[in-house]
């Protein structure tokens, strides 16, 4: 079953007079279950793809359903919840908010749909995740990898159906970055869908499949 | 919860800032409790004494005012003289030109020991007199009364603009700061009406806080001038006399034009937070110009260095222009409330040599209005010239830091900056000056007064310039330290 539908997207950005057409006419379907790698040279249209089916960004063209539902037909408010709900993203400079501990990092989503999130939960995340000992710790004192973790746990903690990373592992060493393949195989294998925007071979490498863009059209 | 959680750790990380924004919000309410508390606290004596009173024999008419009717039993013990009471006032009739003095010195002595402030009023015909007894208040003429309202509504609105225009600086430079965890924000999945509720908590809160302490503040101001003019007997001047008087109305008011300001701000400042959106673009990382390309002029400080990097600066004419304009605007606003402060308070009062010590008192509370807005103007006008070299140090970082990073001389980038700030420091501030003296000599002459220009204008006029260059050198100097030097490697890490 078809979890993620693009159609017929285009993508243009203008900047004064000039216009860059970032992605042209990208049609593409992702099952349900499905770990995809998007590759492709730098300036291909990959992050710009990524943020569209994330629901961060409009396209210009084209539609995206995910799960049945036409992401851009909702207004930005139920769009917002919707992807709070259903949808994660995780980037490659991990984003975390620098005034909240990892613990409150990690609740945010939660939060923002006013309840508490689940300690039990919480806890078996960030056991996975190998960051338990370090939730009370603010993002400036946590390294490279863990504060990629700890955003990783964020991105789990309303159980999205669908994850989408861009170049999680592009700031992480050899070792970091296997587990946290590792990591993103695990939960693949617990039934989410994952895309990966990856320029690492290693990392795609992982995936069922992959999608190479180049200047804007899958190729 | 949510809310909460962001609140507590915000007060934390961006302490600085809050107080920054606190301190504006302030200056504004102080200003208006100022203003409101000065307007209902001034009478003018003058018009009362145009009273019709006087006997068709030239003999004088003295009158008490709003006293009771048992106060009014203790002048019947004065000899020699016809009175009639009639609702509060109390006339003394038919008095003849060789009595006069005596009968008025006994007046003045009952009413002194009736009343603690009583002051005397007299016209430019020394023959009638008026005493008021209990309260000065009931009786103030509309017209003068109108005047003075108008005119601090004036005022007040043209200080309100300044302050709104640097509450809107202020809290975009905060905004600024917190771009970043927007996005992060709106990426995890952040209504805009949960964006909303975060950040107009946040302005109310401190709202409150500046109400708390800036009406207080305002009013304090206003008391301690009309203390010090109520201590010196100002009987012999025909002035405006000042009473401290607090209406809660017009406090209610003040609270509600500067809630009314600050609502304004936010509402700019939302539209400026709704646009920031989680999809990361390549257009902010975007470098206007190829370091690589340019490699060669760095080393030294050549012209041609200069030359280019005043290229790179003057590029940046987006943020450039509409910070110029601001501080224009404000300089304009700030000349016109000086020049016509000058003109009330230092040109006509000193323009005739000696001065008496109750002309002086008489001077200062007529003029309190003016020397307060003038400085109200000097601080917001302050404060904008701060955030306005803050904002283009911040704004040229990035190229900076790059041009340091490949071997700039450090001294050479500051002198650049240096230049480049001071063209558009003095161009701002001549054009300021000279736009706002020219609308105010266009509007004196519209109604044929004269403008005085003596030692004390140009005097403060030096003294401002010198306060705003020290003020633009000092943040020039920490924010090119803040920003400009090498701090690329920290940005990296987070
Ligand atoms: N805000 C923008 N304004 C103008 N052009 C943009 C904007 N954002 C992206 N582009 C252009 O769109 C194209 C695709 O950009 P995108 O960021 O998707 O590339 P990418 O494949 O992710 O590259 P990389 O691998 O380097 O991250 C590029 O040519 C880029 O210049
Ligand atoms: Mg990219």
């Given at each position: 079953m078809a979890l993620l539908e693009i159609k017929h997207i285009r993508k243009e950005f203008v900047s004064g007079t000039r216009t860059v057409q970032a992605l042209k006419d990208i049609t593409l379907t992702i099952e349900k279950g499905e770990m995809v790698a998007i590759t492709g040279p730098s300036g291909a249209g990959k992050s710009t793809l990524l943020q569209i089916c994330a629901g961060l960004m409009r396209p210009t063209k084209g539609n995206i359903c995910l799960d049945g539902k036409d992401l851009y037909a909702l207004n930005d408010d139920k769009l917002a919840e919707f992807r709070r709900n259903h949808i994660s993203y995780i980037l490659q400079h991990f984003n975390l908010l620098p005034m909240l501990t990892a613990h409150e990092n990690i609740a945010i989503p939660s939060l923002l749909n006013d309840v508490k999130p689940d300690e039990t939960v919480l806890r078996e995340i960030t056991d996975t995740l190998?960051?338990?000992?370090?939730?009370?710790?603010?993002?400036?004192?946590?390294?490279?990898?863990?504060?990629?973790?700890?955003?990783?746990?964020?991105?789990?903690?309303?159980?999205?159906?669908?994850?989408?990373?861009?170049?999680?592992?592009?700031?992480?060493?050899?070792?970091?970055?296997?587990?946290?393949?590792?990591?993103?195989?695990?939960?693949?294998?617990?039934?989410?869908?994952?895309?990966?925007?990856?320029?690492?071979?290693e990392v795609a490498r992982y995936c069922h499949r992959e999608i190479t863009i180049v200047d804007g059209m899958i190729r | 919860?949510?809310?909460?959680?962001?609140?507590?750790?915000?007060?934390?990380?961006?302490?600085?800032?809050?107080?920054?924004?606190?301190?504006?919000?302030?200056?504004?309410?102080?200003?208006?409790?100022?203003?409101?508390?000065?307007?209902?606290?001034?009478?003018?004596?003058?018009?009362?004494?145009l009273i019709p009173a006087m006997t068709a024999d030239w003999t004088c008419d003295i009158r008490v005012k709003n006293i009771t009717e048992e106060e009014a039993i203790l002048y019947s013990r004065i000899p020699n003289v016809d009175m009639v009471y009639a609702a509060g006032n109390l006339d003394f009739v038919l008095l003849d030109t060789n009595e006069f003095e005596t009968v008025l010195e006994q007046i003045r002595t009952i009413l002194n020991s009736q009343h603690e402030h009583i002051h005397e009023i007299t016209d430019t015909t020394p023959t009638i007199y008026v005493?008021?007894?209990?309260?000065?208040r009931n009786n103030i003429d509309d017209y003068y009364d109108n005047g003075v309202r108008i005119g601090t509504a004036v005022f007040q609105a043209i200080l309100t603009a300044i302050g709104a225009v640097s509450m809107v600086l202020i809290y975009s430079d905060y905004i600024r700061q917190r771009t970043e965890d927007i996005r992060t924000l709106s990426a995890i999945g952040i209504t805009e009406?949960?964006?909303?509720?975060?950040?107009?908590?946040?302005?109310?809160?401190?709202?409150?806080?500046?109400?708390?302490?800036?009406?207080?503040?305002?009013?304090?101001?206003?008391?301690?001038?009309?203390?010090?003019?109520?201590?010196?007997?100002?009987?012999?001047?025909?002035?405006?006399?000042?009473?401290?008087?607090?209406?809660?109305?017009?406090?209610?008011?003040?609270?509600?034009?500067?809630?009314?300001?600050?609502?304004?701000?936010?509402?700019?400042?939302?539209?400026?937070?709704?646009?920031?959106?989680?999809?990361?673009?390549?257009?902010?990382?975007?470098?206007?110009?190829?370091?690589?390309?340019?490699?060669?002029?760095?080393?030294?400080?050549?012209?041609?260095?200069?030359?280019?990097?005043?290229?790179?600066?003057?590029?940046?004419?987006?943020?450039?222009?509409?910070?110029?304009?601001?501080?224009?605007?404000?300089?304009?606003?700030?000349?016109?409330?000086?020049?016509?402060?000058?003109?009330?308070?230092?040109?006509?009062?000193?323009?005739?040599?000696?001065?008496?010590?109750?002309?002086?008192?008489?001077?200062?509370?007529?003029?309190?209005?003016?020397?307060?807005?003038?400085?109200?103007?000097?601080?917001?006008?302050?404060?904008?010239?701060?955030?306005?070299?803050?904002?283009?140090?911040?704004?040229?970082?990035?190229?900076?830091?790059?041009?340091?990073?490949?071997?700039?001389?450090e001294h050479i980038l500051y002198s650049c900056f240096h230049r480049y700030m001071l063209r558009q420091f003095t161009s701002s501030v001549l054009s300021g000056f000279g736009v706002g003296y020219a609308a105010t000599v266009l509007i004196f002459s519209s109604v044929n007064h004269t403008i005085y220009i003596n030692l004390w204008f140009i005097i403060v006029h030096l003294v401002l310039i010198v306060l705003y260059y020290f003020v633009y050198l000092f943040s020039m100097k920490k924010y090119f330290n803040e920003n400009c030097r090498s701090t690329i490697s920290e940005e990296a890490g987070g």
């Amino acid at each position: 079953m078809a979890l993620l539908e693009i159609k017929h997207i285009r993508k243009e950005f203008v900047s004064g007079t000039r216009t860059v057409q970032a992605l042209k006419d990208i049609t593409l379907t992702i099952e349900k279950g499905e770990m995809v790698a998007i590759t492709g040279p730098s300036g291909a249209g990959k992050s710009t793809l990524l943020q569209i089916c994330a629901g961060l960004m409009r396209p210009t063209k084209g539609n995206i359903c995910l799960d049945g539902k036409d992401l851009y037909a909702l207004n930005d408010d139920k769009l917002a919840e919707f992807r709070r709900n259903h949808i994660s993203y995780i980037l490659q400079h991990f984003n975390l908010l620098p005034m909240l501990t990892a613990h409150e990092n990690i609740a945010i989503p939660s939060l923002l749909n006013d309840v508490k999130p689940d300690e039990t939960v919480l806890r078996e995340i960030t056991d996975t995740l190998g960051i338990t000992e370090r939730l009370e710790h603010f993002p400036a004192e946590l390294s490279g990898g863990e504060q990629q973790r700890v955003g990783i746990a964020r991105s789990l903690i309303n159980n999205p159906a669908c994850i989408f990373a861009d170049e999680p592992t592009g700031n992480l060493d050899g070792g970091t970055t296997k587990d946290v393949m590792d990591l993103f195989c695990r939960l693949n294998e617990a039934g989410k869908t994952i895309v990966i925007v990856t320029h690492d071979p290693e990392v795609a490498r992982y995936c069922h499949r992959e999608i190479t863009i180049v200047d804007g059209m899958i190729r | 919860m949510f809310y909460k959680l962001m609140y507590k750790r915000g007060m934390h990380k961006y302490r600085k800032s809050y107080i920054n924004i606190l301190c504006v919000f302030i200056l504004t309410l102080s200003m208006l409790s100022f203003t409101s508390i000065y307007c209902d606290s001034h009478y003018n004596y003058n018009d009362a004494v145009l009273i019709p009173a006087m006997t068709a024999d030239w003999t004088c008419d003295i009158r008490v005012k709003n006293i009771t009717e048992e106060e009014a039993i203790l002048y019947s013990r004065i000899p020699n003289v016809d009175m009639v009471y009639a609702a509060g006032n109390l006339d003394f009739v038919l008095l003849d030109t060789n009595e006069f003095e005596t009968v008025l010195e006994q007046i003045r002595t009952i009413l002194n020991s009736q009343h603690e402030h009583i002051h005397e009023i007299t016209d430019t015909t020394p023959t009638i007199y008026v005493y008021y007894g209990r309260d000065v208040r009931n009786n103030i003429d509309d017209y003068y009364d109108n005047g003075v309202r108008i005119g601090t509504a004036v005022f007040q609105a043209i200080l309100t603009a300044i302050g709104a225009v640097s509450m809107v600086l202020i809290y975009s430079d905060y905004i600024r700061q917190r771009t970043e965890d927007i996005r992060t924000l709106s990426a995890i999945g952040i209504t805009e009406r949960q964006l909303h509720r975060l950040f107009f908590g946040e302005c109310n809160v401190l709202y409150l806080l500046s109400v708390v302490i800036g009406i207080p503040l305002g009013g304090g101001i206003a008391y301690v001038f009309f203390k010090v003019c109520e201590w010196v007997d100002m009987s012999d001047t025909n002035s405006v006399y000042p009473v401290f008087d607090l209406h809660i109305t017009s406090l209610l008011t003040t609270a509600l034009i500067g809630y009314m300001a600050v609502y304004i701000t936010f509402q700019i400042i939302l539209k400026k937070i709704l646009r920031i959106d989680a999809s990361y673009t390549c257009a902010e990382s975007v470098i206007e110009f190829d370091p690589d390309k340019f490699r060669g002029f760095y080393y030294k400080a050549t012209p041609h260095f200069r030359a280019f990097f005043a290229r790179i600066l003057r590029k940046r004419s987006s943020t450039k222009s509409k910070s110029l304009v601001v501080l224009i605007a404000s300089i304009i606003a700030l000349s016109i409330v000086m020049l016509n402060t000058v003109n009330y308070a230092i040109g006509r009062e000193y323009s005739h040599g000696e001065i008496k010590p109750s002309e002086l008192a008489a001077a200062i509370s007529a003029t309190s209005l003016f020397i307060m807005s003038t400085i109200y103007a000097i601080l917001y006008s302050l404060a904008i010239v701060a955030i306005f070299t803050k904002r283009q140090m911040e704004s040229n970082a990035k190229s900076t830091q790059i041009l340091y990073a490949l071997g700039a001389d450090e001294h050479i980038l500051y002198s650049c900056f240096h230049r480049y700030m001071l063209r558009q420091f003095t161009s701002s501030v001549l054009s300021g000056f000279g736009v706002g003296y020219a609308a105010t000599v266009l509007i004196f002459s519209s109604v044929n007064h004269t403008i005085y220009i003596n030692l004390w204008f140009i005097i403060v006029h030096l003294v401002l310039i010198v306060l705003y260059y020290f003020v633009y050198l000092f943040s020039m100097k920490k924010y090119f330290n803040e920003n400009c030097r090498s701090t690329i490697s920290e940005e990296a890490g987070g």
